[in-house]
């Protein structure tokens, strides 16, 4: 019976170092023969955070699910009276596994249209045991003139989903651009794979548009993959205009795992990440996009052979203008 409490604290003591560590550091390079940190099973949270006027308010909700199957696709819901504008995906591994590796962090559609994020993550070319693969949507809702809620079918009509596919071919990218009128508040990404798989190396903002890459690896498997850009109107019926806030920072990659982070600005509230993995020969793979309070962090990994390159880490935050 004492073995099982001493697992159960030790757990405990490393998710704990892992927050703090999240908290108080802006960035980190993991030595290359680190694996990921492990997390608690079955885990889920909604916070509520709001920006310097407190007429802004975004809530972040994750589903975290255990699993050892080589595929799993989650997806995470804003609360009632929220509209879902971003979110995140992250594939953690533990004891040494191989990893597996994004293929989409992007949002719903059709009749879940900004209701949801949409994560999925698969092993690629060798097997995995144990991981956690946490899916996070953001959701926004805003306070009116008066201080009344804007209600959501209301808010509704100032958000709009832009989206541009690709070609068929082993490392396509797409880019999607928000029209005149819109600022660019978030993206996504789905890679459309079959056979081995393409996997997810670009997520990022860059000026009005959302550009996405992905790549086979170490066999030839070609796919298409999908951008999604996130627009919000430039002025909002009985509220104003948001500010929208974009930062970017990257950092030299030698191998091995990887992590950059960037922080939220000061009475911002982040609404999106983004992230980007160069690399200069085999390739390097995107493991993490997760925008939270704090900011946003990125992971990425090289694969079955040791590569460089860099890792670029996206923060998108709004406050009332």
């Known amino acids: 019976m004492k073995k099982p409490l001493f697992l159960l604290l030790l757990a405990i003591v490393i998710v704990s170092c892992e927050k703090d560590n999240i908290e108080n550091s802006t960035t980190l390079q993991e030595n290359a023969n680190s694996t990921e940190d492990s997390l608690p099973k079955n885990f889920k949270s909604q916070v509520i955070y709001t920006d310097e006027s407190g007429r802004v308010e975004i809530s972040i909700g994750a589903k975290l699910l255990q699993e050892n199957s080589n595929l799993k696709s989650v997806t995470a819901f ?3 009276g929220f509209l879902c504008i971003g979110g995140s995906a992250q594939a953690t591994v533990i004891n040494g596994d191989p990893g597996a590796l994004l293929t989409m962090s ?51 009509n100032s958000l709009r989903i832009f989206s541009k596919t690709s070609s068929v071919t082993g490392h396509p990218s797409a880019s999607a651009s928000v029209s005149t009128g819109f600022k660019l508040v978030s993206g996504g990404a789905k890679v459309n794979w079959s056979g081995n798989g393409n996997l997810l190396t670009a997520s990022y903002p860059s000026g009005n548009s959302w550009i996405v890459k992905s790549k086979d690896h170490g066999v030839p498997s070609a796919a298409s993959i999908t951008s999604y850009a996130i627009g919000i109107k430039h002025n909002i019926p009985n509220f104003g205009s948001l500010s929208v806030l974009t930062n970017s920072d990257c950092s030299n990659v030698s191998g091995g795992f990887a992590r950059k982070e960037i922080r939220t600005p000061a009475g911002y509230v982040t609404v999106s990440g983004g992230a980007k993995s160069t690399f200069n020969g085999w390739g390097r793979l995107l493991t993490q996009i997760v925008a939270a309070k704090p ?7 090289d694969h079955g052979v040791r590569d460089g390159g860099r890792l670029c880490s996206y923060n998108i935050a709004v406050k009332k203008e």
Do not use: C, M
């Not at 900011?295 to 990994?301: D, L, N, P």
């Open 78 to 80: 804003v609360p009632d």
């Open 106 to 156: 992007a949002p719903t559609v059709g009749i879940h249209k900004f209701k949801g994020w949409r994560g999925e993550a698969k092993a690629h070319l060798y097997g995995n045991g144990v991981w956690w693969f946490e899916v996070t949507a953001i959701g926004i809702r805003l306070k009116d003139n008066n201080g009344n809620y804007i209600p959501q079918e209301q808010l509704k």
């Open 295 to 301: 900011g946003t962090s990125v992971r990425s990994k």
